[in-house]
Structure formats: C-alpha cells, structure tokens
C-alpha cells in the first residue's frame, strides 16, 4: 500500500513541476523516497518500506542480470559445433516451506533460461529442478541458493524488527 501511495505521490510531484514524463516521474520517485529514507530514521513502518524498496530493486536488477547471463550460457551451448549437455533432475531442500515462497522461487527458476521447476514434496520439503547442464551442480546449487536468499530477504525486508521470518 506504502509503494502505491509512494507512486501516485510521485506522479503528482512530477506533474506539479510540470515535468510530466519518464525522467521527470523517476526525479520525483528518488526524491520522495530519499524524503521517506531520512524521515524513517524516527519512523518505523517507514523505514521498514525503504528498507523493502531498496531489496526489491537490488533483487531485480540481479535477478535480470542473471537472466541474461543464463541465456548467453544457452545460447553458447546451442549455437556450440557439438552440443555437450549433461541435464539432470536436481533436488533442492528449500529454506522456507511456505507454499507461496516455494512458487514464487519455482516461478523464476522456470523464467530463467536452462531451468524448470517441476515439482514440490511438501513433506520432505525439497523442490524438483530440471537444469539443462549439471556438469557442475555445485554451480547450479549455489545460484539456487543466491537465488533463495535474495527473494527471502526481499520479502522479509518490510517486516517489523524483532519478527523472525
């Protein structure tokens, strides 16, 4: 609710100085967020939504770099004289259990090209990945879990302090 009210205050802001476009509304948004920074130093909910702010973006822009890195890697191993690819079907114990946390991770492991998630076991926990080259599943499991750790810190970002996930 914090980030609507944030959008449409900079969409005002930057209609009211009559720089009404893209980089007028980007101008407003950092302002007033930088205003909700330095005013949630006295204000708790407001430092806690500045605080989900920044871990949204900085999840963002990493989670399209990886994007990008993983389809330069598809895009070598297709376009490769010999294709040399080892897929697998990797089971990954997940930290959080909650069915939600476990689609949204499932969700954009399958929007990254070379992975698709599968299946979820609630009982034992684990979620089911199809990767198209295991020859390293140590690199697989470590971007998994970079992967895991950023999303929960974002969605954990704007709980109150004290709260443990």
């Known amino acids: 609710m914090l980030f609507v009210i944030h959008l449409l205050a900079s969409a005002g802001l930057a209609w009211s100085l009559g720089a009404a476009h893209l980089g007028g509304g980007l101008l407003a948004f950092a302002l007033l967020y930088l205003i ?17 702010l920044e871990h949204g973006v900085s999840f963002c822009l990493w989670f399209i770099a990886q994007v990008f890195l993983a389809t330069y890697h598809v895009a070598t191993l297709v376009l490769a004289r010999r294709v040399d690819v080892e897929p697998a079907v990797l089971a990954y114990p997940v930290t959080r259990r909650e069915v939600d946390k476990v689609t949204l991770l499932g969700t954009l492991l399958t929007l990254t090209p070379g992975t698709l998630a599968l299946d979820y076991d609630e009982e034992q926990g684990l979620l089911y990945i199809h990767a198209l080259d295991a020859r390293r599943r140590e690199d697989v ?16 970002a704007g709980k109150a302090e004290g709260v443990t996930p």
Request: charged share 35%; aromatic share 6%.
């Open 36 to 52: 909700a920074r330095l005013l949630g130093l006295a204000i708790g909910r407001l430092r806690r939504y500045a605080r989900s």
């Open 141 to 156: 499991t470590e971007i998994l879990i970079e992967l895991e750790r950023r999303l929960l810190a974002w969605l954990d």
